[in-house]
C-alpha cells in the first residue's frame, strides 16, 4: 500500500559509520512521517579505516554499490512512490559521502601530499552539490523527480558531519573555548578557542557503539542503554520502540538474579550501557583493578554479559577519545582549566550518561559545563531537504571556517597518552604511575574531575522527532563476500574465534571458500580470522561479492 501524492516527499539521509538514519518527511506540513534506520553498516569494519580499506582491496565500485543497496533497502521501507520523492539531502563524514557518490578516495587513504600527486589526487575537492538521484539510482530504485543534495566539506577530512556537530550545536557561536565531538566509531571531535578551529577524529572502534561487544548491539528497541544503583541492585534503563529510555527489571549485577521484573525483556547492550556499567562497577567497588570484574563478568539478565574483554574493548574506544581530546588541548597551546564548554551529540553522545561518562573519561570531567545534543548529521540533512536554499547558508559558515586538522595518526602527543590509557586500561596501572609516565612524555599531568558540574540534557532521544509512523529497523543490508581460501584443512578455527559470527567455510565442487557476511564482519579493526588461521590462507584483500 503506498501513500498516497505526488511530488510531496524530502528524505534526509545520514550515512553514519555503524548505520544509517533516514526520515520521510511531508514537504508541504514539514512534518516527519516515519524514521527508517539500519542495524550496521553494509561494509566489513568497524569503523571508516576499516570501510576504506575494504574499497581500496576490494574495489571503490563494489564499496559503492553495497551502500546504494542498502540505501534502496532503506528507501523501500518508506513505503512510497519513488515518483513522489522530490529531494534527498545527505550527511556523513567524506569517506562515507564518497563512497555513496563514487567519488575519489585516495586522497583520504594517504595524508602525504607528495604521495597524493603522485596518484594523481592531489586538492581533491569536496564541494557542495545538487545532481539527479538517477546518476546514481538509474536501474536501481529510479527516482526521476527526485534530487540528491550533498553539504560541502570544509577539507577533505573535515566533511559535513562535522560541520553539522559544530553547526547544530552552539559550537560556533561560543565565545569561550569549547569542544564538541560526534561521538561514534569513528569520533569527530573540533575545538574552538576564539576564532581558531581545529578539527580531529579518534578511530575509536565498534565497542563504543555495542558492536565487538558481548551481547553488544547498536542503539535500537530493546536495548540496555544505561544503568543506575538502586538499593543495593542495579535498574537497567532500556529503549523502547520510540528509542525513548525507560525503566526495565531491577537486578543484582553478580548473580545475575532478577530482583524485580519490569516485563521489558532487554535483547543487547548499547556502548552507552556498557560504559555505565563499567562506571557503575568501578564505583562501587565491584572491580579493584581493571580490566578485572567479579568472576570475570556482570550479568545483567537473561544471556546479557559484560565480560572482562568487553572491559578492555570499551578501554580502547575511551581512550582514543580520552587521549585525542587531551592531544587536542595541547596542541592548541591552552590550559585545561581554559575549557568551559564540551559538547556531545550522536547515539552515544545522546544516551550515555554524561555523569558517568565524565568519570570514564570520554568526556573530559574537568570540564564545567555539559551539553547532550542528538543526531546533528540528520538534523542539518533535514534542514536542507525541507529547504534546500538553505544550503548557501550552509556553503557560506564553511568558507568561514578556518579550521586546522590534527592527524592524531601522526601525532606524537597522542601516541603516548594513547599508551598511558592503555596500561590504565588493560594493564590497571595506578594513576599515580600513569601520570610519572605523562611527565616523562613532558605532558602536564591531567587535572582532577570537578566534584559537580552543569550537565544539559537538549533532547531525550538520538532522534527527537520519528514520525507518525514510527520508527522501522532494517536489519539485513550486507551481502555475502567470498575468497577461496586454497590451504584450508577445514579446522573451523576461523569460525569458532569470529566475534560477530561472520564467516562460514564451505566446500564447492572440491574447491574450499570462506563466505564473509559483509554487514557483520569487523574487517582490519578484528581480523581473528586471519591471524587464527594455522596455514595462514585467509586473506581479506581478494573478497569478491559472491554471485
Known sequence: MLFEGIFMYVIALDLGTSGFRSQLIDIETRETIKTVITMGHPLPGGNVMDHLDFAISTGKDVAHGLIIEAVKKVLERFNVDPLSIQRIAVCGNPIQLSLFQNSEILD????GEAKQKKLGVHDVKRDARIFPANQIFKGIYEMDNCEIVVPPAIKHEIGADALAMMMETDFINQNEPCLVTDYGTNAEMALKV???????????????????????ML????????????????RLIVLNEE???IESDLVDPVSGEIIESSGIKAKGITGTGVISTIALAIKEGLTKKLPHLPEGRIVLGDGIIITDKDVEEVGKAIGAIWAAHMTLMIEAGIEYSDLKYVYMSGATGTYVDAEKARHLGSVPGFIPNIVQFGNTSIGLARKLAVDPIKLCDVISVAKKIHADHLMMATSETFKDIYLCELSYWQQGMPLEIYDQMLQLYKIKPFPQNLEKVNIERRVSKDIDDVGEKGIEIVKDIGIILEAPVVKCIMCHKC?????EDAVIIIEREGKRFANIDSQHCLGTSCRRCVTICPEQTMNHSILKVKR
Not at 194 to 216: D, L
Not at 219 to 234: H, Q
Open 108 to 111: 583520504l587513504a594517504y595524508a
Open 194 to 216: 576564539g576564532e581558531r578551529i581545529i578539527t580531529a577524529s579518534a578511530a575509536a572502534g565498534p565497542a563504543i557503539e555495542g558492536q565487538g561487544i558481548n551481547c553488544g
Open 219 to 234: 542503539a535500537g528497541p530493546g536495548a540496555i542503554s544505561d544503568v543506575n544503583l538502586e538499593g543495593s541492585y542495579w
Open 243 to 245: 528509542m525513548e529510555p
Open 495 to 499: 569460525e569458532k574465534d569470529c566475534p
